[in-house]
C-alpha cells in the first residue's frame, strides 16, 4: 500500500526468466510484442482476456525436457508432457512431433489426444477415481500404460482388460511419505491424502502381490508423484531412495524386478524476478544419479526412467493479456489501496485464490515514465477473493482501456478456466515469428446457453 518494498527499479524491464521467451518490449515505444506482434493487435483481433502462448518456446521445452533426458541415459528414459497443464490438439502435435509421450489423467483428457491421432501406446493414464467408462476407454484404445491407485481399480481393470481379450501394462501408484516443500492442496505423497498405495502402510506390497497374479495384468513398475512447484530435487531424492528400497524389497519377496521407475512431475518454474528453476538438464542428471545411487547400493538394475512435467513445459510460455477498467483507490485510515479491476479474473486464473500463487504483472500497451504504485490487480467477477494479482506495481498514470499482461499462465491457468458468473472462458492464441492464430478458440454466451436445456 504505501510501503516501498519490492519497489522495482525499472517498471519496463521484463524478467527474461518470468515472460514467454519471445516477448520484447519495444524501447521507442515502450510496447510488448510476441515474436513481432504487436499486443495492441492481438488484443484487437483474438480480444480480451486472452492466454497469448508462444509457440516457438513451448516446442523448445518439449524438446529439452527430451533431449535432457535422453543425454542422461543413452536415450533410455521417457518423457511423459502432464496434459493438465494445459492440452488441446495443437499441443498434442507438437508433442508427437517431438516424440514425447502423453500423461491424461481423464476421459476428457484422453479424447482430446486421441481425436487428435495420438499414438495411444504413447499415453500414460492415472487417476485416483478413474471410472469403468474410462478404464474401458483406455484399454481398448490400447493406452500404454494406466497406473493402478487402488485395489477396486486392479480388481476392475484386469476384469476389463481380459473382456478385451489383452494384458494390459500397469504401474503401480505408490504413496512415499514425502512431503514436498509447496502448498497443501499441490503437494500428494505425503500420507494424509487420496492418490496411492502407502509404502509404509504395506499397501503397495500388497498391490503388487494382486497385480502379479492376475494374467491380463502386466506390471512394469512403480509410480510416484511428490507435489509440484518444487524448487529442488531434495524431495525426490527421499522418494528415491524409498522407492528403490521397495524394488529390492519387491525383488525379495515377489521375484520380480519391475523394469521402471515414474518419478511423477513438479518441477517449479518463475512466477516472480526472485524465482529459479532448475534447468531440464540439471533436474535430468540429478534425478538419474540419485536413483542411478540408490540402485548401485541395492544391487538392482537401472529401472527405465519416466518423469511427467506439465508445468516446466507449459507454464512459462504463456501470458495472458487483459484490458485495464476500472480503476479504484480505496482510502484506509490513511493508507491508499488501488484497486485496477480487468476483464478476467478467477474464471481464467483461480490459482491466486486457491493457492495463494503469487504472479508478475505488467503495462504492456505503451510506455510510462510515470511513479510506480502499489495495486492489486482484481477480476470483474462478484467475489472478493476474485484476486489476480495480490501485489502489482504498475505505472500511476494507468487508465482505462490500458492493457496489462500477466506472465506465466500457461500451465493450470486455461486448464483450470471456469465459466463462473457465466463468464466466457478466453482463448489460446499461438505465436510464432510467421503467425499469430488460435488454437483453442473463445467460448462464447452462446456456447454457456446450449448447456442450459430447460
Ligand atoms: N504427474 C502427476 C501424477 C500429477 O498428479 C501431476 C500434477 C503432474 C504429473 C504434473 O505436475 P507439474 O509438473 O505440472 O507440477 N493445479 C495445480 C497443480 C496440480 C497438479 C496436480 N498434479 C496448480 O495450478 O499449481
Known sequence: MSSTVGIPADLNVLAAHVWPAGVQRSPDT??????????????????TPAYVLDEIEFRDRIRSWKSAF????????????????????????WLAQEGVNLDVCTGGELAVALRAGFDPAAILMHGNNKSQGELTQA???????????????????AHIAAQAGKVQAVLIRVTVGVEAHTHEYIATAH?????????????????????????????????????SQIFNTSGFEVAAHRLTQFLVQVRDECSVELPMLDLGGGLGIAYTPDDDPLAPQ??????????AEQCQVSGLAMPRIVVEPGRAIAGPTTMTIYQVGTIKPIDLDGI????????????????????????????????SAAEPMLVRVVGKHCETGDIVVRDAWLPSDLAPGDLIAVAATGAYGRSMASNYNHVPRPPVV?????ASRLIVRRESVEDILALDVD
Open 70 to 93: 535422453d543425454e542422461a541415459t543413452n536415450s533410455t528414459a521417457s518423457v511423459y508432457y502432464a496434459g493438465k497443464a494445459f492440452l488441446c490438439s495443437a499441443v498434442v502435435r
Open 430 to 434: 499461438a505465436v510464432t515469428p510467421d
Open 191 to 227: 500420507e494424509d491424502q487420496k492418490f496411492g498405495f502407502s509404502l509404509a502402510g504395506g499397501q503397495a506390497l500388497e498391490a503388487i502381490k494382486r497385480v502379479n497374479k492376475l494374467s491380463a495384468l502386466s506390471l512394469q513398475g512403480l509410480h510416484s508423484h511428490i507435489g
Open 336 to 367: 491508499t489501496r488501488t484497486f485496477v479491476s480487468v476483464d478476467g479474473g478467477m474464471s481464467d486464473n483461480i490459482r491466486t485464490a486457491l493457492y495463494d500463487a503469487v504472479y508478475t504483472c505488467s503495462l504492456v500497451s505503451r510506455a
Open 282 to 291: 540439471v533436474i535430468a542428471q540429478q534425478l538419474i544419479g540419485i536413483v
Open 30 to 47: 515502450g510496447v510488448v510484442s510476441m515474436h513481432g506482434h504487436d499486443v495492441r493487435e492481438l488484443a484487437e483481433q483474438f480480444g
Open 139 to 157: 484399454v481398448e484404445a490400447g493406452v500404454g500404460l494406466i497406473v493402478l491407485d487402488s485395489f477396486e481399480e486392479i480388481a476392475r481393470l
